[in-house]
């Protein structure tokens, strides 16, 4: 009977061990199968939170270069609006300096009203060009009255006969229908 006793004894303890490896098998494939699964989470968290990451970088720059963009296009406004400023101050300066270069000027606004206006009957100009109308007139062989004009500014109005129609040449007048043209090319310039 010990020795049978002995037997099962063996037997069992086999068996026990044998539970024991298939337990610590099972263990480790379960272990192994949730490493796996936690990776495989870890892995597709981390894609996500790098996509997350790469779209949220692709906004700000977005947003960033939107608002460069709008800086830019501030700034431009800016310096475009400067320099109409700038450019009508230059302007008028020019026509309080009485200077040759504005009587030329002068000369040359009145030939070309004359293109729609051959014979006036008046030239008007700011009353502080008076004198310098008069002068240029008497160069040009015009016989036409110059009267004073606090509307007009760097330039003249022709009078045709009548008064019914007349046409003014001004040089501030050229720099506003030009804007449109010239705010193109300032950004263009500004945008290099």
């Known amino acids: 009977m010990s020795n049978l006793a002995s037997i099962l004894e063996t037997e069992v303890r086999e068996e026990i061990a044998q539970i024991k490896r298939q337990s610590q098998e099972k263990a480790a494939e379960i272990v192994n199968q949730a490493k796996e699964q936690a990776q495989g989470l870890l892995e597709s968290r981390k894609r996500a939170l790098e996509g997350e990451f790469n779209a949220g970088v692709v906004r700000a720059k977005s947003a960033a270069s939107l608002e460069v963009a709008a800086?830019?296009?501030?700034?431009?406004?800016?310096?475009?609006?400067?320099?109409?400023?700038?450019?009508?101050q230059k302007i008028r300066d020019l026509a309080n300096s009485q200077s040759a270069e504005y009587?030329?000027?002068?000369?040359?606004?009145?030939?070309?009203?004359?293109?729609?206006?051959?014979?006036?009957?008046?030239?008007?100009?700011?009353?502080?060009?008076?004198?310098?109308?008069?002068?240029?007139?008497?160069?040009l062989g015009i016989t036409a009255t110059v009267r004073g004009n606090d509307q007009i500014q760097t330039g003249v109005r022709l009078v045709?006969?009548?008064?019914?129609?007349s046409v003014q040449n001004t040089l501030l007048g050229r720099l506003a229908q030009s804007r449109d043209s010239l705010a193109s090319q300032v950004a263009r310039v500004l945008a290099e």
Do not use: C, H, M, Y
Request: net charge negative; glycine share 6%; charged share 30%.
């Open 71 to 88: 800086l830019r296009l501030s700034a431009a406004d800016s310096v475009q609006k400067r320099a109409f400023v700038e450019a009508e």
């Open 103 to 139: 009587r030329t000027i002068l000369g040359k606004l009145i030939e070309e009203a004359r293109g729609a206006i051959a014979e006036p009957e008046a030239v008007e100009v700011n009353p502080a060009d008076l004198l310098l109308a008069q002068d240029v007139l008497a160069d």
């Open 160 to 165: 045709a006969r009548g008064g019914r129609t």
